[in-house]
């Protein structure tokens, strides 16, 4: 732990897993910060949990103005959300969700540290966070993932606190499909295929299934052979599994063959990438990245990203006369509500018409 000064205030810096905070020491008293400090190395030497809190009661008390406490806030939120029944996420959708929450209460104690309880969060500082993540660069989803994080956590709180209203509604950015990748254009599609083929790894075959289905690299990659029906898959994309919506796809004759290919190695289609995708992280995360498959075909840096083929196969639909609905119901657009639920049995063949023909 290190000691030093913002200002008037003293505050501590410290690593937690190799990942570093800062902590303002709420205090202009050098003697007072170092008891703060002081504390907090004797609560990590107490014998049980109970007396490591006793001591920590000393630092982390409600604050003046009453309301729940940003850093008590998170352990709030669980414990309301396993009481109400509502903490069926998987592990990795909590630890993301913890990241979020991480992100935003680092940012508050550098930029609006006076700011200290849930209720206390307003439309204006949400704002302001907003700002700053796209003034980071993060993309589109990844700003839309955050902030929707933040609300369902602010929606909880609000459970047990009438005062707590919710500041990140309407702040998440729209999420368009077109801002994560351009489609691929024929010659271009033509490269990427031949590359994908000489990099390996099960490229080949993971393109061919996104280029004709118009799935998500997130479905694709955790396809299972027990979603395939005959020549139809059947699944719930990631997408639309809190809305329960199914989508039955036909699989095209490129497609189908691509499929038969595959030699069966458990119940993924393609095991590293399903795992490389559910993990998020360790060294398979880089060695399976599509910017591989982009840098062999000379594409890379051009606004191609694996979600381009989604982007292709929309557009080879379009540029195929499939009507707009067809297309909506084929990639799941909700925008129209005449394509809400898109995996009615008996556009099965309208739907397989249009895919061929888009194929071509």
């Known amino acids: 732990m290190t000691l030093y000064k913002r200002g008037k205030m003293w505050w501590v810096t410290y690593q937690v897993d190799g990942v570093r905070y800062q902590r303002s020491c709420r205090t202009t008293s050098r003697k007072a910060a170092e ?70 209460a680092s940012w ?48 909880m709180l609000g459970k047990v606190s009438a005062r707590v209203s919710n500041p990140w509604t309407d702040l998440a950015p729209r999420d368009t499909d077109g801002v994560v990748g351009k489609a691929f ?14 990099v390996g790894k099960d490229w080949l075959p993971v393109c061919i299934l996104m280029r004709h289905t118009g799935l998500r690299y997130a479905d694709v990659a955790r396809l299972k052979w027990s979603d395939i029906d005959g020549d139809v898959i059947r699944l719930t994309p990631s997408k639309t599994k809190r809305h329960n919506i199914q989508v039955a796809i036909p ?48 594409l890379d ?6 979600h381009s083929w989604r982007h292709t196969a929309a557009t080879r639909l379009a540029e195929s006369g499939a009507p707009i ?15 809400e639920r898109y995996d009615h049995a008996e556009h099965l063949d309208e739907v397989r018409a249009a895919m061929e023909a888009a194929a071509k």
């Open 35 to 104: 008891l703060w400090v002081q504390n907090i190395k004797t609560a990590r030497k107490m014998p049980s949990f109970a007396d490591a809190v006793e001591v920590l009661r000393t630092l982390y008390r409600e604050p003046d103005e009453g309301g729940i406490a940003i850093g008590h806030a998170w352990t709030q939120y669980t414990e309301i959300a396993s009481a109400t029944g509502k903490d069926a996420v998987s592990p990795r959708t909590l630890r993301e969700r913890r990241q979020q929450f991480d992100r935003f």
């Open 108 to 155: 508050l104690a550098r930029e609006a540290a006076t700011v200290r309880t849930v209720e206390g969060v307003t439309g204006p500082i949400a704002a302001r966070f907003a700002a700053r993540l796209r003034a980071d660069g993060l993309k589109t989803q990844t700003r839309r993932n955050i902030i929707g994080g933040l609300s369902t956590i602010w929606r």
């Open 185 to 198: 254009t024929p010659e271009d599609e033509r490269q990427v295929l031949a590359a994908a083929e000489s």
């Open 301 to 306: 840096g051009k606004g191609y990203t694996i």
């Open 325 to 339: 609905e067809t297309r909506k119901r084929i990639l799941g657009h909700r925008e129209d509500l005449t394509a």
């Open 251 to 298: 699989l095209t004759a490129v497609a189908r063959a691509a499929v038969r290919k595959l030699d069966r190695r458990g119940d993924f289609l393609f095991p590293a990438h399903e795992d490389v995708w559910t993990n998020r992280s360790g060294p398979g995360y880089a060695a399976l990245n599509f910017r591989e498959v982009l840098r062999a075909a000379g």
